[in-house]
């Protein structure tokens, strides 16, 4: 059986543990083989090996880019805030590529409430004046509104969500009311997500934290896409001012600059004498000046209650709207009866109005009523017969309330009309559905307090009021002796708009003035080759030759060309005319 077998009768190999190893190594070096005949083959572009490289070098500029702008910022409004931040009234501070300005919240705004007060306007003011004077003007602004953990429940406010956003959207409105364009500027409402201390370092709630939590925040950023439009635009820019500045060094010999001519009119008026007086002399053209917004800085110590129409805390621009210029009177017409006054701010709250009429009367020796025209309140000095003395007047009122841009109204009326008066007020005690719990009410004021009120009805509502009162001086002056009787605190100011005139404006921009009638077409001219501004000359009653701009239909475009001369010419004083018409 043996000898017929088909296996050898050699016994096999042993075999090795490790025998795998070979046929792996040898499957390795096809793969390995395989793969070098293929990048042999290849054609590899040596731009995609450099695109990683560049795209690195690209974030890196762009992040260069970023910080550098942010930080000139910084710098130049740490310097222009200096006294405010040094107060405590804000804090300045770095957040990676953003720039933060905060605020306490209590200084803006009462508890629960979202009217900004005249310490938080004040503080505004401040800053944008900083925004306007630093080397940039393109970062955007997003408002944030922190309110502390406290719950509120209300008609108006339902959460403390809905307060912050108010209150951030109300920062927002009159950012854009001082003229920062509303394609940069943000709304944001956080509640009391994001608090800034919670507790103290033991664990325990820190016992400042709501105040410090209840805060105001203005985030100042930029895009990428803003960046990259800077970018070009600055490079697009600096050709152009190459250009212009050549030229410009050719002919400095030649002709002097818009300022050094204005400086030297100036000189030559104080220095010569006049040489030219004429017999027939036509009073001035009509001019104009719109509100410019609210210089707010003391509160009053009496909180005031005041009912009016449309929302509280909204400051109302000027409109665009149709305008027949022709139909405007001027007053070189001399049967046109015209009154001048210095306009302090525009507003759609009356509460605003007054508290911006009491700083005013405050800080200058003039008084300031507030008028009415269905729209928007405005707040005026008292009246001037003359042009001369309402320009005297603006720029006191303009140097004591540190605002360059307040504006003179003229009121200029045919004879028989009947030119817009000053607001009346009353001061509403109650209102009732009922007539006679109306009358009953009436006789318990004036049995309890010895004060008289008559009822008058509205719709359906039967009201308890006094008055009128003719002044706002009075109308303040009976309301806090009303309370001092002991009158519910409920009472409040209530405007007599029923019978208002609905006046309107347009604009226009007073430039200089001067003694002799060729300084001004001097300057005329070159206003006209330096900035293409079209101006017209006309003489006053008292002497003078008023250099003023056309006018214009709507405030946005008299306020454009306002900035961009005071920008432009530092050594003039524009002044915006608001002409008054019915």
């Known amino acids: 059986m043996t000898g017929n077998s088909l296996f050898p009768q050699e016994p096999f190999d042993p075999e090795e543990e490790n025998s795998w190893q070979v046929s792996y190594l040898d499957i390795i070096t096809i793969v390995l ?29 762009q992040t260069e880019f970023i910080t550098t702008p942010i930080e000139d910022i910084q710098e130049e409004l740490e310097e222009l805030l200096q006294p405010q931040i040094e107060q405590g009234r804000l804090e300045l501070l770095r957040d990676l590529n953003d720039l933060v300005i905060r605020f306490r919240g209590d200084d803006f705004y009462q508890s629960g409430n979202a ?58 409105k009159y950012f854009d009311y001082m003229g920062i364009e509303t394609s940069r500027l943000k709304a944001s409402g956080y509640a009391d997500s994001r608090p800034l201390i919670q507790f103290d370092s033991f664990g325990n709630p820190f016992l400042a934290s709501n105040e410090l939590n209840r805060r105001i925040v203005l985030r100042l950023y930029y895009t990428t896409e803003a960046l990259e439009r800077k970018a070009n635009q600055e490079q697009f820019a600096s050709s152009e001012e190459e250009t212009i500045e050549t030229s410009e060094i050719e002919n400095q010999e030649e002709e002097p600059s818009v300022t050094e001519l204005i400086q ?23 001019s104009t000046a719109e509100a410019v917004p609210e210089q707010q800085e003391e509160t009053p110590t009496t909180p005031l209650r005041v ?26 017409d001399r049967t046109i009866s015209c009154s001048f006054s210095v306009n302090a701010g525009s507003f759609q709250s009356l509460s605003s109005g007054f508290q911006v009429a009491s700083n005013a009367q405050s800080k200058t020796n003039y008084s300031f009523e507030v008028s009415y025209n269905n729209r ?71 049995d309890e307090f010895g004060i008289q009120t008559f009822m008058t009805r509205r719709a359906s509502t039967y009201n308890v009021v006094a008055g009128p009162f003719l002044t706002r001086e009075n109308v303040l002056s009976q309301l806090s002796s009303f309370r001092e009787k002991g009158v519910r605190e409920n009472i409040f ?40 501004v079209s101006t017209i000359i006309e003489r006053s ?14 405030y946005n475009d008299a306020s454009s060309l306002f900035n961009r001369i005071q920008n432009r010419i530092p050594a003039m004083n524009p002044v915006i005319f608001f002409l008054e018409y019915l």
């Open 33 to 61: 083989g395989f793969l070098i005949i293929l990048l042999s083959v290849s054609q590899i572009a040596k731009e995609e090996f450099s695109s990683l490289s560049t795209l690195f070098r690209e974030l890196a500029d």
């Open 115 to 172: 009217t900004i007060q005249l310490d938080g306007m004040d503080l505004l003011n401040h800053v944008i004046r900083a925004f306007q004077q630093t080397s940039h003007d393109d970062f955007n602004i997003d408002v944030e509104g922190h309110t502390d953990n406290v719950p509120i429940s209300s008609d108006i406010y339902p959460s403390n969500w809905e307060l912050s956003t108010a209150r951030a959207s109300n920062v927002v």
């Open 264 to 286: 030297s009119l100036t000189a030559n008026q104080s220095e010569e004498p006049e040489q030219e007086q004429e017999t027939t002399e036509s009073p001035t053209s009509s």
């Open 307 to 332: 009912q009016e129409p449309g929302p509280e805390t909204v400051q109302e621009t000027p409109g665009n709207h149709t305008v027949n210029l022709a139909a405007i009177p001027v007053f070189t």
């Open 376 to 446: 928007s309140y405005s707040i005026r000095s008292n009246e001037f017969a003359s042009l001369g003395q309402a320009m005297l007047a603006q720029r006191e009122i303009s140097e004591a309330l540190n605002d360059e841009s307040l504006g003179i109204i003229h009121q200029c009326y045919t004879p028989g009309v009947t030119s817009p008066s000053p607001l009346q007020y009353q001061i509403q005690f109650g209102a009732f559905q009922n007539q006679q719990n109306a009358l009953d009410y009436s006789v318990n004021v004036l």
């Open 493 to 532: 100011i209530k405007p007599m708009t029923e019978d208002v005139a609905e006046y309107d404006y347009a604009y226009q921009i007073h430039l200089e003035s001067f003694e002799t009638r060729d300084a001004a077409d001097i300057l005329a001219s070159r206003l006209q080759s330096a900035l293409g």
């Open 541 to 554: 009653t008292d002497g003078n030759y008023y250099l003023m701009t056309e006018r214009f239909e709507n």
